[in-house]
């Protein structure tokens, strides 16, 4: 499992013009079942998504086709980690 911290770092005016094709793209995972939640952070510096179900490489891929890197308007930390501790209704996406 994925946690990815996105990072504005250009003026939050650019990045509302590429907003609606980030939105699809999130779609298109969404629709394959690879994120699980995602949303913006407070303050609006940027984003959170939860990625399940794909490799370091796979996330790299998505990561590269979202129009806020293509537009180097964003940037991306990756922390990979392992679910020890969880709610019941999170356990569907936890792999033992």
Same mark, same amino acid.
């Given at each position: 499992m994925f946690l990815l911290l996105v990072k504005y770092v250009k003026p939050l005016e *650019?990045? *509302?013009? #590429? !907003?609606?094709?980030? +939105? +699809?793209?999130? &779609?298109t995972y969404y629709q394959q079942s690879k994120f699980i939640v995602s949303g913006?952070? %407070?303050?609006? #510096? =940027? =984003? @959170?998504?939860?990625?399940? =179900? @794909?490799?370091?490489? *796979? @996330? +790299? $891929?998505?990561?590269? *086709? &979202?129009?806020?890197?293509? %537009? $180097? !308007?964003?940037e991306y930390e990756i922390i990979e980690f392992t679910p020890t501790k969880y709610d019941q209704r999170f356990a569907c996406f936890v792999n033992e």
């Open positions: *650019e990045v *509302e013009a #590429v !907003l609606e094709a980030h +939105k +699809k793209w999130l &779609d913006r952070r %407070n303050p609006r #510096v =940027g =984003g @959170v998504l939860l990625a399940h =179900g @794909v490799t370091e490489s *796979e @996330v +790299k $891929q998505m990561i590269s *086709e &979202d129009p806020f890197v293509k %537009n $180097q !308007l964003a």
